[in-house]
Nanobody, 123 residues
């Protein structure tokens, strides 16, 4: 089982990035895939998540209206489109999966984590 996050990079404030989380080893049907981030000196925080079965989504307040999470079931890949980036979005972004009957608010409940991809936004 593997989650591989990619798509990070160095961008300027106002730019966009799309992160990808490629899942292998299991199908996503009955899972939730969450995006988390950790900025230097700060605790890990939830950014967004998507319930693959049903398609419901969640966004943290700081990213509402700017980020969009989506899934391509044919590719077993979850995306995070990030627009209007600010320096506050600078962090390592991780994707993680949990079965959809678990507690998706608790990072310790997630079964598998990707390796993280660094997003740096210069102001």
């Amino acid at each position: 089982v593997q989650l591989q996050a990619s798509g990070g990079g160095l961008v300027q404030a106002g730019d966009s990035l799309r992160l990808s989380c490629k899942v292998s080893g299991f199908t996503l049907d009955d899972h939730v895939v969450g995006w988390w981030r950790q900025a230097p000196g700060k605790e890990r925080e939830a950014v967004s998540r998507i319930f693959i079965r049903g398609g419901s989504t969640y966004y943290a307040d700081p990213v509402k209206g700017r980020f969009t999470v989506s899934v391509d079931p044919t590719e077993n890949t979850v995306y995070l489109q990030m627009n209007s980036l600010t320096s506050e979005d600078t962090a390592v972004y991780y994707c993680a999966s949990i079965e959809d009957d678990g507690d998706e608010d608790d990072p310790d409940e997630y079964d598998f984590w990707g390796q993280g991809t660094l997003v740096t936004v210069s102001s």
